[in-house]
């Protein structure tokens, strides 16, 4: 069945482009944990619809998000600021250990044979500890741009990040796939005009172009799959 936005599928892809926490790392759950930790002392339980929710936006939006949800917003400004960096030092605590070993089963057999196909490869991520978390990874230099949180001024769901991602490329959006895991990430990119793989749930990712559960289903091995969305 085709995808209301599948109108573009007959060029080729010339570009991916990466989500980075839950799509190369399963670091998701430790932005899940770190935040679950901070909620719980407000006295706020994050529920599943929460970290739906959460997956994908900037550090502040999500603590203004959370606030929102335990009716807290008007907390103030200096403590608002202690929360974010109360939630960053937990965050850079659980990863401080990643390794390669910790990258997505598939994601680097996936890269090698983009780069191999000619494909240009970038990352497009809210965070702003990506390139840290790249280079625990091992995927410092896997990548022909690199879009964070420190170059972003708006948050997923804006289609910024991956617009930045391929302008970086000097492709247009039509061109570029986005492989994201989050709601947000999915919505970004469509409202750019991307082609779209969510990485999840096909219920939650409802509206990408198409939904696989793990990366290694993209193997170019298995076909030309990757191109036909
Ligand atoms: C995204 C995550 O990649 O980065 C979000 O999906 C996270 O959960 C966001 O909030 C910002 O990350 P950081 O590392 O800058 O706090
Ligand atoms: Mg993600």
Not at 142 to 152: E, I, K, W
Not at 163 to 186: H, Q, T, Y
Request: overall charge negative; glycine content about 8%; proline content about 3%.
């Amino acid at each position: 069945m085709s995808h209301p936005n599948s109108s573009s599928r007959s060029s080729t892809i010339k570009a991916v482009i990466f989500d980075l926490d839950g799509v190369l790392v399963d670091t998701a759950r430790y932005h899940d944990q770190a935040w679950e930790e901070l909620a719980t002392g407000f006295g706020y339980a994050l529920t599943e619809a929460d970290r739906h929710a959460l997956k994908g936006r900037s550090r502040a939006d999500s603590l203004e998000y959370i606030l929102e949800q335990a009716g807290w917003e008007d907390a103030d400004p200096a403590q608002k600021s202690r929360w974010l960096q109360a939630k960053n030092a937990r965050y850079l605590e659980l990863v401080e250990g990643l390794t390669p070993h910790d990258a997505a089963e598939g994601a680097q057999d996936l890269l090698v044979q983009l780069r191999e196909a000619g494909i240009k490869l970038a990352l497009g991520s809210a965070s702003q500890n990506a390139t840290k978390v790249l280079s625990k990874i091992g995927m410092e230099g896997a990548f022909d741009s690199v879009v964070d949180g420190t170059r972003t001024t708006r948050s997923k769901p804006d289609p910024q990040v991956f617009e930045m991602a391929a302008s970086d490329l000097g492709l247009d959006p039509k061109d570029c796939l986005v492989i994201e895991d989050a709601p947000a990430g999915i919505q970004a990119a469509l409202a750019g005009g991307f082609r779209t793989i969510g990485l999840g749930d096909p219920v939650v990712l409802a509206q990408a172009h198409r939904v696989v559960a793990s990366l290694k289903e993209l193997s170019l091995d298995q076909g030309h799959v990757l191109f036909e969305i």
